[in-house]
């Protein structure tokens, strides 16, 4: 099957004299960036300083965040600052390639589920409405998992840069479970348990938003709640991110070199509803391309995930249902109830 890339899309409207595109493109006008985003005063989203000697600190502020955020951006988180822009320069030079090269490693079109490769999403939404971007999905971890047909060759780099991150976003991720868990009183290792232990996957996706000649009335990813358990994403220099905080949409700062950390609906679950999962958007640029890089830490498909034992009691039952991650994804993705 044919599929339209919206990389192809905008770079035939960039000769059209006419800022148009085309109407599937056009969001119904309460999801409007332009309608919708608060303008006014609001308070910036946390960031959190990783390297804090004071470990009681930082598990404070992380906890804090993902309780009244559910989302925060972590600075002096580890990584090498030559990790990540090998990481972007290699997921650039990705898109940049001739379609036919790109379209190597699209996704199969049968099976179920989140697939691995080069996609563009695929069924319009409820409104009939598209999004703004292209995408590329594979897992980074565990080895016993990766499935390299959905790596792309070229640039020769691109293995090398996908391994190196991986080996350093597992140690952020170790430390973010580790706070979460501490954060409840928890022993330090339960909330990694909780999520999957060492078998959870991470699964990379680069999102691709090229200039969009109408961003006040499209969306390069619509609003959601991550099925991850956590979420740990590298932007690039144009800013798009917005979350939704006391029912308005506000902007992510871009703070160089900060990893924006979303805590995602397994946390949730797992903590029994004290820390949220942040539903999200990402608008897009008129001029410039927007890159991101999430890696989505998740349960392996048969882990069942439910609240804690610890955070539930007669006076606190269990708000969430415990099941497998494979029925989670699955009522998420075609939006049956949980
Ligand atoms: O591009 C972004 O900043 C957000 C991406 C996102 O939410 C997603 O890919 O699920």
Known sequence: MEVERVQAV???????????????????????P??????GPVPEIPTIDLSDPDEENIVRSVAKASKEWGIFQVVNHGIPTDVISNLQAAGRHFFELPQEEKEVYAKPTSGEGI?????????????????????????????????YQFWPKNPPSYREANEMYAKYVREVADKLFRSLSL??????????????????EHMMKINY?????????????????????????????????????????IDAKYIPNALIIHIGDQIEVLSNGIYKSVLHRSTVDKGKTRMSWPVFLEPPGEFVVGPLPQLVSEENPPKYKAKKFKDY????LNKLPQ
């Open 329 to 332: 994804a699955y009522c998420k």
């Open 209 to 249: 938003y090229p200039p969009c000649p109408r961003p006040d009335l499209a969306l390069g990813v619509v609003a959601h709640t991550d099925f991850s358990a956590i979420t740990i994403l590298v932007p690039n220099d144009v800013p798009g991110l917005q979350v939704l905080k006391d029912e308005r949409w």
């Open 115 to 147: 697939k691995e490769g080069y996609g563009t999403q695929l069924q319009k939404d409820l409104e009939g409405k598209k999004s703004w971007g292209d995408h590329l999905f594979h897992r980074i971890w565990p080895t016993s998992k990766l499935n």
């Open 183 to 200: 954060g409840l009183g928890l022993e330090g290792h339960v909330m990694k348990d909780g999520a999957g232990g060492e078998e959870i």
């Open 10 to 32: 905008a770079s035939l409207l960039s000769h059209a004299t006419q800022d148009t595109i085309p109407t599937e493109f056009i969001r119904p006008e309460k999801e409007q």
């Open 34 to 39: 332009a309608i919708t985003t608060f303008r």
